[in-house]
């Protein structure tokens, strides 16, 4: 397993409690020694405990260089640039590492959400490092030596051990019998159903996936924007709507994060920009919802000069330690830098602030001091920790409720 991250170490531990060695690598000689303590550097539900045993049995290892194995799985980021473009620069370098090790009758599987195309090219970087193998193609003739696939997660965190193996998969071959192959090894942990199919097809399905809930959130956002420029209530909008039988419009937020619907849409658009319109103006509405709620909590912050301010949340989403692309973040990180020690933030999910916070003055604290210290309060995540406490301790307040968490 090439990257030991928020999808590579839990699909490494469930393979491995299949019954399979499984060697893990990352580039991070801290991640590898924890792991191979039987410990983790993230959070998710009962992570922990499966990592700790598998380890304890000897079906979990990790290093920094790959051995030779019957199948490497590629699960590393795939980011894009200030100019919206993707950089697949990781996605190939574990091909270079791994290039070295693959045997004949390997099999490579890429894992990482990438743009179509992104498997084509892990095939030209190890045929062009293994002249001796025969690679999907690039046989010329040959039969293949090794097999290439392609097969995206779909996972949701805090519950990604459960969905690794009840949810289905789609698996892209680079040729018919890759697909076959990669799905044989699918099958050996999976539960739910393994679809072959192409590998343009199978990477297109994972940008789809997560476009079409992009669109569909943009929608909820932009019509918050509408319904808050008319003085109408849009959680009530929403929930009457909601009783037509064929209408199911989203919870709006403060935008989109995480490292997948906030980013593979874009994938989407670098490919065709021409074509792709409904999908970038959907990227753009959720891109700039952050800076509406920067600026309605100035506006609250400039007409109470003497308040203090809570921010309830920083995570992408309810429930997670996961800071990765969060628009919480973002509004939190700004409000601070303007605002300094009149920010109170409460993340329960964090022990300390971010270091992009660090010095501004914003105070990481408790709800309960926060609602004794705070007049004003921005809803950014909510948290099941937020949605149980005791609602009386908000009472009186000035509250900004971007998630409709309070909405009767």
């Known amino acids: ?24 690598v990352d580039i991070s000689q801290r991640i590898v020694d924890l792991v191979n303590q039987g410990k983790v550097h993230i959070q998710e539900t009962d992570l922990d405990a499966l990592v700790k045993n598998v380890v304890t049995d000897g079906m979990l290892t990790a290093s920094t260089e790959p051995p030779v194995a019957d199948i490497y799985l590629i699960a590393v980021p795939t980011p894009f640039g200030d100019d919206k473009q993707p950089d697949i620069s990781m996605v190939l370098d574990a091909a270079r590492l791994i290039a070295p090790v693959l045997p004949v009758g390997g099999c490579v599987i890429l894992e990482s959400t990438s743009p179509v195309g992104t498997t084509q090219q892990v095939a030209s970087v190890l045929a062009e490092m293994r002249p001796d193998l025969a690679i999907p193609g690039h046989c010329g003739g040959r039969s293949p030596d090794v097999h290439i696939a392609y097969c995206p997660e779909r996972v949701l965190p805090g519950k990604i051990i459960e969905e690794l193996v009840a949810n289905d998969r789609v698996v892209g071959g680079m040729t018919k019998a890759c697909a076959y192959h990669a799905k044989d090894f699918y099958n050996r942990f999976v539960r739910g159903d393994c679809i072959e199919t192409s590998a343009g097809v199978a990477e297109m399905v994972k940008l789809t996936e997560n476009s079409f809930r992009d669109v569909n959130i943009a929608f909820a956002n932009e019509l918050s924007l509408v319904a808050e ?6 959680w009530e909008v929403i929930r009457l709507a909601n009783r037509h039988p064929r209408v199911n419009v989203l919870q709006p937020g403060p935008g989109v994060g995480g490292h997948c619907i906030a980013v593979d849409p874009w994938f989407l658009v670098s490919s065709a920009p021409e074509q792709a319109r409904l999908i970038r103006t959907a990227r753009e509405v959720n891109d700039a919802k ?7 909590l100035n506006a609250m912050l400039a007409a109470s000069p003497d308040s203090r301010i809570a921010l309830l949340g920083l995570a ?28 109170l933030v409460v993340e329960p999910f964090t022990d300390e602030l971010p270091a992009a916070m660090a010095g501004a003055g914003a105070v990481l604290t408790t709800y309960d001091r926060a609602m004794a210290e705070a007049d004003l309060v921005a809803v950014l995540v909510d948290h099941d920790a937020f949605r149980s406490a005791p609602r009386y301790l908000s009472a009186g307040k000035i509250v900004y409720d971007t998630r409709g968490m309070w909405a009767q």
């Open 1 to 24: 397993m090439i990257g030991l991250g928020y999808i590579g170490l839990p699909t490494a531990a469930v393979i491995a409690r299949a019954g399979l060695s499984v060697r893990g």
């Open 316 to 343: 992408f989403k309810p429930n997670i330690d996961d800071f990765r692309e969060s628009p919480a973040l973002e509004i939190a990180q700004r409000i601070a830098s303007e605002h300094g020690d009149r920010v």
């Open 290 to 296: 952050p800076e509406h709620v920067i600026g309605r």
């Open 229 to 234: 420029h008319m003085d109408i209530d849009v």
